[in-house]
């Protein structure tokens, strides 16, 4: 948000303010109680005035300052998810894949995002940091009002961690070597007569497999 933006922002904060103490005050007469309130609002809608002044915004109030700041700068034009979602509200029959697309690709780059701001922290880049945080702030804003709309349109959509993926798919490897050993190693030893051995192995195997199951479980909590 802009100095300007956040200008406006308190302008119609304390404009607000203002009018609710001069309200209270006619009403109950507590002078005493409102007047710090009303004075200390007025000076701050002062303050704002001529503030907005030294950029060119001069208005006599909030709503007038607004709409001199939006004709010096126009807001941005709506983005094509902003508008697909538009044309949704409007009653279009449109299918909402691009939405629910566009939800995911934001939650992978905020997966490398995060792992990049690790990075970032690890060598003490903190102007690269807070880039990374500055779009990891938006990334959060876009990716919940689309997940909200979509919710709304009964389109909810789950989201899953590809590196979740990834460790499922060592994990099954692993077992599926473990298992291919075992039964390798057990078949030679029981062809060879070595049962006493057999068990030994059956014993190192079943810990081994413990632990893989192990750290399965741990991976989802």
Do not use: W
């Not at 001529?50 to 300052?65: G, M, N, S, V, Y």
């Amino acid at each position: 948000m802009s100095y300007v933006e956040r200008t406006l922002a308190d302008l119609f904060r304390s404009t607000e303010e203002l009018d609710v103490a001069r309200k209270q005050l006619a009403e109950d007469h507590r002078d005493a109680v409102h007047r710090p309130i009303i004075e200390r609002a007025n000076r701050t809608v002062t303050f704002c005035y001529k503030e907005l002044a030294r950029f060119d915004i001069k208005a006599t109030t909030p709503e007038e300052a607004e709409k001199q700041f939006f004709a010096l700068c126009p807001p941005p034009a709506p983005t094509v998810y902003e508008d697909f979602i538009r044309q949704l509200q409007n009653g279009q029959q449109l299918s909402p894949d691009a939405l629910c697309q566009r939800v995911e690709d934001l939650f992978r780059e905020r997966i490398i995002l995060q792992a990049r701001r690790r990075a970032m922290i690890r060598s003490g880049h903190e102007d690269e940091r807070d880039d990374i945080d500055r779009r990891l702030a938006s990334i959060r804003v876009e990716g919940t009002a689309l997940k909200g709309f979509l919710e709304s349109i009964n389109c909810p959509i789950t989201l899953r961690d590809p590196r979740q993926s990834e460790k499922e798919e060592n994990i099954e490897e692993q077992f599926l070597r473990l298992y291919q050993a075992r039964k390798r190693i057990v078949g030679m030893l029981t062809k060879e007569g070595d049962e006493k051995t057999v068990q030994h192995v059956e014993a190192l195997y079943a810990q081994e497999q413990a632990k893989l199951f192990e750290q399965s479980d741990e991976s989802y909590t």
